[in-house]
């Protein structure tokens, strides 16, 4: 399966839980997908690092978004950013570009016409640097 059908689950398990679910679904209870191979492990590493983040996660969203709340941002939207973001930080073997890639088309899909827009520029602005990840440290360079 591709990384992009585990990423939509993912985030779709996010969504669950910041709506008040349980969190005890499994992805057969709330869609039509069976994981295979690493793409459980996968779904379970960003879930729970969602979930052990998500306050850092919405300080760089509010950061990058000062005319828009956080609690007035969509919850799906909330999602796909959180999911996004954490990728971004934790999971170093995929491009920032295929991630900000995938959210667009999560948002295309599961969200409102202009999200796609406000999730571009939201992530756009982190992978140019102009809101830090948490972790990162500022002007670090690596001595050759």
Known sequence: ?????????????????????SGENTL????????????????????AGVAAHADELDDIIASCSPSREIARIARVDLSI???????????????????INEAVELAKRFSEPG??????????????????LPG???GAVEAP
């Not at 992009?4 to 008040?20: K, N």
């Not at 709330?30 to 459980?40: M, N, R, S, W, Y």
């Not at 999911?83 to 991630?99: F, H, I």
């Not at 406000?118 to 830090?132: D, P, T």
């Open 1 to 21: 399966m591709a990384r992009s059908t585990a990423r939509g689950a993912a985030m779709q398990l996010v969504y669950e839980s910041l709506m008040g679910g």
């Open 28 to 47: 057969a209870d709330l869609i039509a997908f069976q994981p295979e191979g690493d793409d459980q492990a996968y779904i379970d590493r960003i879930v």
């Open 81 to 99: 950013l959180r999911v996004a973001l954490y990728e971004m930080r934790e999971e170093q073997d995929t491009p920032e570009s295929v991630v």
């Open 115 to 132: 999200s796609a827009r406000f999730i571009n520029g939201v992530l756009g602005a982190v992978s140019r640097g102009e809101k830090q």
């Open 136 to 138: 990162q440290e500022s």
